[in-house]
């Protein structure tokens, strides 16, 4: 069972920047569009970013000129760059994605675990 999965979450202090990526636990035919979301303690999971399987990107106002998504179509692997984070930006990120396992058959939309980001001085 293929699933999503999200590294390069961590701590970093106020300002510090960190990129996130999101692939499939094994090979796949191809990421299709993806969306990074966030969940901080207490609150609803916002969207941060999208990106659609041309590349086409978007962002909610709250997000935009911090966090910019992008994509390596070869790796099957779509990145969430985010520079001068501040505290209120701690959450744990998941991304979603609809992906094609193989060249033929139904597309899956998946959810990955999430991945920790703590900003903190």
């Known amino acids: 069972q293929v699933q999503l999965v999200e590294s390069g979450g961590g701590s970093v202090q106020p300002g510090g920047s960190l990129r996130l990526s999101c692939a499939a636990s094994r090979s796949i035919y191809r990421i299709n569009a993806v969306g990074w979301y966030r969940q901080a303690p207490g609150k609803e999971r916002e969207m941060v970013a999208r990106i659609s399987d041309n590349g086409n990107t978007n962002y909610p106002d709250s997000m935009k000129g911090r966090f910019t998504i992008s994509r390596d179509n070869a790796k099957n692997t779509v990145y969430l760059q985010m520079n001068s984070l501040k505290p209120e930006d701690t959450a744990v990120y998941y991304c979603?994605?609809?992906?094609?396992?193989?060249?033929?058959?139904?597309?899956?939309?998946?959810w990955g675990q999430g991945t920790l980001v703590t900003v903190s001085s």
């Open positions: 979603n994605a609809n992906i094609s396992p193989y060249s033929y058959g139904r597309n899956l939309e998946l």
